[in-house]
């Protein structure tokens, strides 16, 4: 049963941080703060959270921006950034380094969590999705987004399993205490899921919203090896079961669709994607399953 949130800030202006976890992508990232500061509301802080000073470039020096740096590895950096977000801000927000927003996304986000306290996390309507294709350049993206010309009227909320890792809002107060599990290592291969599934467990909503609009580039540079990406394809959604923050229906689905597209698409595989490299890992991911290990940091020796 959901459960009521606290209000966002009394002001006219609830404070808003944006948190981006990236590493080795420093001019794409500047061109992604770009559409930030294009937003029709903006957000009091934005949150680098990186390896080194070399996968921020530029924005380094930039004002307004709170650059921290910690271990590699999706999880372990959304930490160390939510460790740094001030206790008195009313919405958190995490994007990928390569999620283009449409000027009304936090205006949306906004709209959408003042229309229904229940409403604990959002993820937002994704027009084009880089991530099932070669990706999309960032000159594509704007492009994309500039050929909205009109957002639906009426606002829609439908309940969701969870938020899509690349553009994911929430209430600071549903999130209190709540973090990434660092034991998904690398990727963090369905650790928005989890996360999500800890704020469910919780009694809360997450939705999806019609009106927040955005393009995921899903840029291939810096991402895992097929291996590592294959073994978390199949051990992390069974360790989420084991947590309690995935259905084991879901878990299963995810598996399954997973390895047959790896199975299939083998035999003539994307030039963009290491098809027999992630088959190879879920095949190590179940037999290491039919052992009793589910051990998703393993994906990191692999």
């Not at 283009?100 to 027009?127: F, Q, Y």
């Not at 594509?140 to 938020?163: H, S």
């Not at 909503?205 to 991402?223: S, Y």
Request: with cysteine; proline share 5%.
């Amino acid at each position: 049963m959901s459960r009521k949130m606290s209000q966002l800030s009394p002001s006219n202006e609830p404070k808003v941080c944006v948190i981006f976890a990236t590493r080795g992508r420093a001019e794409l990232l500047r061109h992604v703060v770009e559409c930030v500061d294009l937003q029709t509301v903006k957000p009091h802080l934005i949150i680098i959270s990186c390896v080194s000073d070399e996968d921020a470039g530029s924005l380094t020096t930039r004002p307004g921006l709170l650059l921290i740096k910690g271990k590699p590895g999706s999880s372990a950096q959304r930490n160390t950034a939510l460790d740094h977000v001030p206790a008195d801000f009313d919405v958190v927000i995490f994007l990928d380094d390569d999620f283009l927003m449409h000027k009304t996304w936090i205006a949306e986000i906004l709209r959408a969590m003042n229309s229904d306290p229940s409403i604990a996390g959002i993820t937002g309507t994704v027009l084009a999705d880089g991530i099932h294709g070669p990706g999309y350049s960032y000159e594509e993206g704007c492009a994309i987004l500039a050929r909205v010309n009109d957002l639906p009227e009426t606002l829609v909320a439908v309940t969701t399993g969870g938020p899509y890792g690349c553009n994911m809002a929430f209430r600071a107060s549903s999130i209190a205490g709540v973090r990434f599990d660092e034991r998904l290592v690398l990727y963090g291969w369905q650790e928005d899921r989890d996360f999500g599934g800890q704020i469910r467990n919780r009694g809360c909503r997450i939705v999806r919203i019609n009106t927040a609009l955005g393009v995921h580039l899903g840029v291939k540079r810096g991402r895992v090896s097929g291996r590592k990406l294959g073994y978390s394809q199949v051990i992390n959604p069974l360790y989420l079961v084991r947590k309690k923050t995935m259905p084991l229906r879901d878990a299963l689905d995810h598996v399954a669709r997973n390895v047959a597209s790896n199975i299939v698409r083998s035999i003539a595989p994307e030039p963009w994607v290491d098809r027999r490299g992630r088959l190879s890992g879920n095949l190590i991911g179940f037999w290491d399953f039919v052992r009793g290990r589910l051990t998703p940091e393993r994906a990191e020796k692999l």
